[in-house]
């Protein structure tokens, strides 16, 4: 069946570092993978989608990977800041009918 | 900025009773599709709904389930007879195509079943 697999455990890093979240997926070749940021209570807020032939992208302080070989994308923030802190969500993209969430990685950004 | 609206926030219902939350998508998506998250746990995929019909569902979306687009501008979820399970904040999300769009999400109804 498909996994989808991110780091359960919080991640404490010092504002001003990069953060770097880790989705690892079997048994799926999704034609896309979306970066999702879900703060308490609300719903998750889009933030970034990289397709299957692509291998980077970049928005602003958010750099995405893709690498369909080993199954995995990595989810950089640079120089992050406090407000950065909230769950961050990774979710494969069937093309068009339903996305498949991770159960995400809490980011806690100190000052 | 254009946004997916969900009412109520919170529904507090007695088991065995049927709910109706409320989803208003963006405008001018096509395609609509409802989540479910658990607390403290993974965002669930129900059901995608396209050209008035359902497209893809899971296997949460049971007998139990039914989507409908009654006007031109609401898609609702009702459960006909709910569960303590069935308690989980539910939501709505559209996207404008099938290919290569985010999904935007609205803020959630929180249903507790009691």
């Known amino acids: 069946s498909q996994k989808i697999e991110q780091n359960s455990e919080a991640l404490n890093i010092q504002e001003g570092k990069t953060a770097t979240l880790t989705c690892n997926y079997t048994n799926y070749s999704p034609a896309y993978l979306q970066w999702y940021r879900q703060d308490p209570g609300r719903g998750p807020v889009f933030l970034l989608l990289i397709r299957e032939n692509e291998k980077e992208k970049r928005k602003e302080r958010l750099k995405v990977t893709f690498d369909t070989t080993l199954k995995q994308s990595l989810f950089h923030i640079t120089a992050s800041q406090p407000a950065d802190s909230a769950t961050y969500l990774c979710?494969?993209?069937?093309?068009?009918?339903?996305?498949?969430f991770g159960g995400g990685t809490r980011l806690m950004v100190k000052p | 900025e254009p946004e997916v609206t969900q009412t109520p926030s919170h529904q507090v219902t007695q088991m065995g009773q049927e709910v109706i939350l409320r989803c208003v998508p963006i405008?001018?998506?096509?395609?609509f599709y409802w989540y479910r998250q658990i607390l403290g746990q993974k965002v669930e995929f129900l059901v995608s709904f396209y050209n008035n019909e359902i497209s893809e569902k899971s296997e949460i979306f049971d007998d139990q389930f039914s989507v409908e687009r009654p006007d031109g501008s609401n898609f609702t979820l009702k459960i006909r007879s709910t569960k303590l399970e069935d308690s989980a904040m539910y939501f709505c999300?559209?996207?404008?195509?099938?290919?290569?769009?985010?999904?935007?999400f609205g803020q959630g109804t929180r249903l507790t079943v009691v």
């Open positions: 405008s001018n998506h096509l395609y």
């Open positions: 979710a494969l993209d069937n093309a068009g009918n339903m996305l498949t």
């Open positions: 999300a559209s996207r404008e195509n099938r290919d290569s769009t985010e999904a935007f």
